[in-house]
């Protein structure tokens, strides 16, 4: 008889092992996936707290907390430019800076599928745990649950985020005023682009790469340069409205902006930047690139007397260097997106109906 | 993008639009219709109309094979894989046409059919290979364009002996629905539908050639110009119609040259004769019952016929009774004149099946045009 290794635990099998039922048991087989993939990928004081919650300090005077969630479903999950794990960071720490907040905190919920391949789960949980220190918002908490083959699709990622807002800023959806101008932070579509190229039904050759970026740096940058109209106290200065032009593209961000704010945009085809690869995608398969997803560009709405200043802010920092101005917002009792076309005609832009593509993010 | 934005080109738009300004006179009015859903489409995402005169009105044709596929043959799609449970491949576009008993193709899938988008009827035949214990049914829709793709799987399925594999055959023709338009009580009678010609299709006629036309143009007095999908294409093939207009000429001119000529893609034309006959008479969603208007399979390769193989039988469906998709597709009406379109039928709820595609006449006016209805700050 071998001699007993007391409390000998083999280590977790990361080439060749799969998630099975027992890795959501809650039971050993989960301790050990928690400690030896995900609290090591993520590894940080908050975390190692080891409870149930974790305890945060508190903000500074002033400053209001900023929620936001967002669940990850994206087909396939490893495309050019990313894959689930950094897009489940980068989608949850936009949602919260776009509010003009500083992204402070992130949670992480996992829905394996069983039979996934534990090697595909180290690398999207490496990739987050990435995304994560570069974007200096820490994964502070998670959870972990198994489905059984076929219930699941791999892994499905919720992510929920928190961050500080400063006092007295507000770039909520209702804030764009008739005369406002229309800036989007570059190209559109690559995002969407990039994945739809690699579906399995319809894989095409295309260099085009994901977009997807944790857009919080610039986001700051543009409000150190443009506050917004509510810590100017001007109404006819500042930034009105941030928002991440994520599933239903450009288009749909535009029509949630006008509804909510209760006016209409007129768009200028020629203002857009698309990239030709995507231009050709988009031809081919028949769609429009305003409707297509985007996981690093945001749409702003900002007073005209600032615009040309935000836009020099917004083109001096790498991920806002093709910036442009597309639109202008109207008084429209109808709330329309219009555009004019490039071909001298003028047309709407409506609402996505149905879906263009499902599981985009 | 090469070769794509050479006729999008907005300056080239503006001088056309001062030429048929010009030539069209003030006198009188100019309906043309564009019988294909990709012509409706250019004209309503570019916005052409704005570039026309108020005299020169374009009439949305029947061409959006979604559009014309009537209730009863996707009633058939869902009973196949619903009930025979078969894997169901079909075109993006066909997956929210509105079925029986508020049920789609999507509607289905959610109840537990196992229906799949494919780009290619290809993809149906790898799908069928992939799935050797399934039958796999390939939901085969569209005007002469898309219909040499199915009679190539057709054949390939005949060559490899694919046993699992068929065709639920809905391609219809290009001539009969034109020729079913003009026939048609309200064209015929003088003054109540003037149409005085058609922009032509474009991918239709790069397979079957711009020779079918000829007998349109000359048996009933109208002229048809030949018109590439992009929106340059489209003024061009106005222009023209306005000048045989003036001149009093009805022929068939191609505006489209550099993919259509006369006889067609002739090889296409012997694979889709060899695999298809015509059927005696075919229900169109909004013109109803047409005579040899559409293809079926022939009976040497009825082994790869869905309808022959489950036995399934046709049953005709009548559109909401609201609904003016017929008159709306023949030109008589226009989408705005539907009582229900914009309030419950949208592209998002569609009654209809002109609101069904993005190409039919009133999914194209709701997307693109609707704000013409209202008044608007222009900005």
Redesign the interface.
């Known amino acids: 008889m071998g001699e007993v290794k007391r409390g000998y635990v083999r280590p977790l099998d990361v080439k060749n092992g799969r998630i099975d039922m027992s890795h959501g048991s809650g039971g050993k087989a989960m301790a050990q996936l928690i400690e030896e993939l995900f609290a090591r990928a993520f590894n940080n004081e908050l975390l190692a707290q080891g409870n149930d919650g974790t305890v945060l300090p508190a903000l500074q005077a002033g400053e209001r907390l900023v929620m936001a969630t967002d669940s990850h479903v994206v087909s396939p999950l490893f495309f050019k430019g990313g894959d689930i794990g950094c897009l489940s960071v980068h989608g949850t720490v936009n949602d919260v800076a776009v509010m003009g907040a500083r992204p402070l905190y992130l949670a992480a919920g996992f829905i394996l599928e069983e039979g996934f391949p534990l090697s595909e789960l180290k690398k999207v949980v490496d990739s987050m745990a990435a995304a994560a220190r570069e974007a200096g918002v820490p994964i502070v908490t998670g959870d972990t649950k198994v489905v059984e083959q076929g219930k699941g699709d791999g892994v499905f990622i919720t992510t929920t985020g928190v961050g500080a807002l400063p006092a007295g800023r507000d770039l909520g959806g209702a804030n764009a005023r008739p005369g406002d101008v229309v800036i989007v932070s570059g190209s559109i579509g690559d995002h969407g682009t990039a994945i739809m190229s690699q579906r399995e039904?319809?894989a095409f050759d295309t260099e085009i790469e994901s977009d997807t970026a944790c857009l919080h740096n610039l986001i700051e940058t543009m409000l150190a340069a443009v506050p917004s109209t509510s810590e100017v106290g001007n109404a006819a200065r500042g930034i009105r409205v941030i928002r991440d032009a994520t599933r239903g593209g450009v288009a749909t961000t535009l029509n949630e902006i006008a509804k909510q704010s209760g006016v209409?945009v007129?768009l200028n085809e020629k203002g857009f930047v698309i990239k030709?690869q995507v231009?050709?995608a988009c031809?081919f398969l028949g769609l429009d690139p305003l409707y297509v997803a985007n996981e690093g560009k945001i749409v702003v709405i900002v007073a005209r007397e600032d615009a040309d200043a935000l836009l020099a802010a917004m083109r001096a920092h790498p991920q806002g260097k093709d910036a442009s101005v597309v639109g202008?917002v109207?008084?429209?009792p109808?709330h329309?997106v219009?555009m004019r076309?490039?071909?001298?005609?003028?047309?709407?832009v409506?609402w996505l109906?149905?879906e263009q593509l499902p599981r985009i993010c | 993008?090469k070769y794509?934005e050479e006729y999008?080109?907005?300056d080239v738009?503006?001088g056309l639009?001062k030429v048929i300004a010009a030539e069209a006179r003030p006198d009188r009015g100019y309906h043309f219709m564009e019988f294909c859903g990709g012509h409706t489409h250019a004209i309503?995402?570019?916005?052409?109309?704005?570039?026309l005169p108020p005299n020169v009105r374009m009439i949305h044709g029947p061409g959006c094979p979604v559009c014309v596929l009537p209730i009863g043959r996707v009633d058939q799609a869902i009973k196949l894989a619903l009930e025979n449970n078969v894997i169901l491949c079909t075109y993006g576009d066909c997956l929210?046409v509105p079925a029986s008993e508020s049920l789609s193709l999507l509607k289905a899938k959610a109840r537990g059919a196992d229906i799949?988008?494919?780009?290619s009827c290809a993809?149906a035949l790898k799908v069928a290979r992939e799935n050797p214990t399934r039958e796999v049914v390939f939901f085969a829709i569209g005007f002469e364009t898309t219909t040499p793709p199915t009679a190539l799987a057709i054949k390939q399925a005949a060559t490899e002996d694919l046993p699992n594999f068929s065709v639920l055959c809905c391609h219809v023709l290009t001539p009969s629905a034109i020729m079913n338009i003009l026939e048609s009580p309200e064209v015929r009678e003088l003054g109540t539908v003037p149409i005085d010609g058609f922009v032509g299709p474009a991918h239709v006629s790069t397979i079957i050639g711009s020779q079918p036309y000829e007998f349109f143009a000359e048996e009933y007095r109208k002229p048809v110009v030949i018109a590439g999908f992009e929106?340059l294409d489209v003024m061009q093939a106005i222009l023209m119609l306005v000048r045989q207009v003036n001149d009093g000429r009805s022929e068939v001119e191609n505006e489209f040259t550099r993919a259509v000529n006369r006889e067609g893609n002739t090889r296409a034309q012997a694979l889709v004769a060899e695999i298809f006959e015509l059927r005696k008479s075919f229900e169109w969603r909004g013109l109803g019952e047409v005579p040899y208007s559409a293809l079926c399979i022939r009976e040497a390769f009825g082994k790869w016929d869905a309808e022959r193989r489950f036995n399934t039988e046709y049953k005709a469906v009548p559109d909401n009774k609201a609904c003016e998709c017929g008159a709306i597709l023949r030109g008589v009406k226009k989408p705005t004149d539907c009582k229900i379109f914009g309030t419950v039928c949208?592209?998002?709820n569609p009654m209809g099946s002109c609101m069904v595609s993005s190409e039919g006449a009133c999914a194209a006016h709701?997307?693109?045009?609707?704000?013409k209805d209202?008044e608007?700050?222009?900005?």
């Open positions: 039904s319809l209409g007129m030709p231009d050709a031809e202008d109207l008084e429209d109808h329309f219009q076309t490039g071909f001298g005609g003028r047309r709407i409506d109906s149905g | 993008m794509v999008r080109d907005g738009a503006q639009a309503s995402r570019y916005g052409v109309t704005d570039l929210r799949r988008m494919v780009y993809d929106p949208t592209p998002e709701y997307t693109y045009g609707r704000f209202v608007i700050v222009a900005g």
